[in-house]
């Protein structure tokens, strides 16, 4: 059986890594054979940007955009594609639409985003978890000052803005992030496992 790639994305704090490992699990105690990955991942890559961009003060888009195309190539020809031929369901927590959210958030154009990233399969199926701008902050920002706060707030808000309009556009399964955990992982285990029973 050929691997799916399953993909969650949303606003940080939205719920994405809890949901992911908890998807893995679940499908592997179902006899499924399922893995997680991030992006950025811990290759060479991703590395540079956890050491670099994330200690940036001010924001710089195209820097942050072309690094993390880089990690994503070599996440896909050295992990994901590989592991997909062995028929592992590859459950990635951020891939390339994050790029596409988030440095489009930062005034990037898409079809550019989309461009240096043309090399990404489209993932089998995309999980995005909808929390609201300011509730994904609480979550992540509970001692950041006001000033803080209120410019992440409006550059979350365009994110979320993004990534609500490539969910219409793409089809992605979106599902109500402020629920209690349990009941979006029941929600989302659902709707996975009526995916995999079709494919």
């Given amino acids: 059986m050929k691997g799916k790639l399953i993909v969650f994305e949303g606003l940080d704090g939205s719920g994405k890594t809890t949901q992911a490992f908890m998807l893995v699990e679940a499908l592997n105690r179902r006899g499924y054979k399922a893995e997680y990955t991030c992006e950025p991942t811990y290759g060479r890559v991703g590395d540079l940007i956890r050491l670099h961009v994330s200690k940036l003060k001010s924001r710089k888009p195209i820097y942050e955009a072309l690094l993390f195309a880089a990690d994503r190539y070599e996440h896909i020809f050295r992990e994901v594609k590989p592991k997909l031929r062995k028929g592992v369901i590859m459950i990635s927590d ?42 994904a902050l609480a979550r992540k920002h509970k001692s950041a000052s006001r000033r803080t706060v209120f410019e992440d707030l409006e550059f979350q808000s365009k994110v979320r803005e993004i ?17 209690p955990v349990e009941t979006v992982h029941q929600e989302v285990l659902r709707a996975v496992l009526r995916f995999l029973r079709k494919t």
């Fill in 163 to 179: 990534y609500l309009k490539l969910a219409e556009e793409e089809g992605f399964l979106k599902f109500d992030g402020t629920k």
């Fill in 94 to 135: 951020r891939y390339v639409y994050s790029s596409l959210a988030y440095q489009g958030a930062g005034g990037l154009s898409l079809e550019w985003l989309k461009s240096i990233n043309f090399f990404a399969p489209k993932p089998d199926l995309t999980i995005y978890l909808d929390v609201p701008a300011r509730e």
